[in-house]
């Protein structure tokens, strides 16, 4: 059967309305691809400007928000500079244990960022729908270590921290000379409540340097930890030959003793520090390690540094 010019005419109705129909789907489609990719941007974007607001904030002196926003500077978000999108920075505190962020707080320890783009849509606006606002938001923290992995068999008295810790200023971090030192300030360790002694703290040191390669134990604030003093002559060989193999940066414990103390007994151990070493010296009068703790590691994969006797870091934690 032949179709008629009244069916024709309907045909062509509804092949109109099949084709808006899929005109309006291609523009919902297009214009919804260009917002997801967007959307990713902007919260690469929060996420980045978070991470550098926090790391900031774990300076005492820090700005979070010009960290935040010289980041955003330094990106674009849909082709345009990242400066241009909308942003909003609060300083506040996290509870890592909730998994909650409040606004403020007498100590501060994160940073929620959320940034928010104004996007041009590509077909949408023919409609009169020109633009749409993407907008996400990410928070980052930074804590200090409540335990730590120590490598080298190396104890530090707080004391040396005093002055990092009344100023929070980088530049007041100590830098140990002969360690362990003369004054008792710093000394080796068993790493455990047993006595120290050369033969105990060399077996946790790297086994392509001569050390044992053993596991060091997990030590958490509060452990008790057998401490020693004296310069060991064969255990500050064995330091020297694994820093000359390439390993120079080392969790060690801090342990609550005087400087004018005694390293010949057990201490608890009230933190941890970062430090890296500069130089061994296992001949003549002046033999030790020189050890500088790092304040901040801001590259991810560094041995973490920060303000928290030189292991505190930040990350995204929401």
Avoid at 10 to 18: E, K, N, P, R, S
Avoid at 144 to 169: D, K, Q, V, W
Avoid at 184 to 190: F, H, P, Q
Avoid at 229 to 235: I, S, V, Y
Wanted: charged residues 20%; aromatic residues 4%; contains cysteine.
């Amino acid at each position: 059967m032949r179709p008629t010019k009244r069916n024709r005419g309907v045909i062509t109705v509804l092949a109109g309305f099949m084709l808006a129909g899929a005109l309006g789907l291609a523009v919902v489609a297009i214009d919804l691809g260009h917002l997801s990719t967007v959307a990713g941007e902007v919260q690469t974007l929060a996420d980045a400007a978070a991470a550098s607001a926090a790391r900031s904030l774990m300076q005492h002196d820090g700005d979070a928000a010009g960290a935040a926003d010289a980041l955003l500077a330094k990106n674009t978000v849909d082709g345009t500079a990242g400066s241009h999108a909308a942003r909003q920075v609060q300083v506040g505190t996290f509870d890592f244990a909730e998994g909650q962020f409040s606004k403020g707080g007498a100590a501060p320890n994160a940073v929620r960022v959320t940034v928010t783009a104004t996007v041009a849509n590509i077909v949408a606006g023919i409609y009169g729908d020109r633009q749409s606002d993407v907008s996400r938001e990410a928070i980052a923290a930074f804590s200090g270590n409540a335990s730590g992995h120590p490598r080298l068999p190396l104890a530090i008295g707080r004391c040396h921290f005093t002055s990092y810790e009344a100023s929070g200023s980088c530049a007041t971090m100590p830098t140990l000379t002969q360690a362990p030192d003369g004054k008792d300030g710093s000394g080796w360790t068993s790493l455990t409540s047993d006595n120290g002694s050369a033969s105990k703290a060399r077996r946790y040191l790297p086994a392509d340097c001569g050390g044992g390669g053993e596991d060091a134990p997990r030590l958490r604030v509060g452990d008790v930890i057998g401490v020693m003093n004296g310069q060991a002559n064969t255990l500050l060989k064995t330091v020297e030959d694994c820093v000359a193999a390439g390993h120079n940066d080392f969790v060690i414990p801090v342990v609550d003793v005087d400087c004018n103390g005694k390293f010949n007994k057990q201490r608890p151990v009230v933190g941890f520090a970062t430090v890296h070493v500069t130089n061994v010296t296992t001949k003549g009068g002046t033999k030790g390690i020189d050890v500088k703790p790092i304040c901040s590691a801001t590259t991810p994969g560094e041995t973490p540094g920060g303000p928290d006797l030189g292991t505190r870091a930040a990350a995204i934690v929401k």
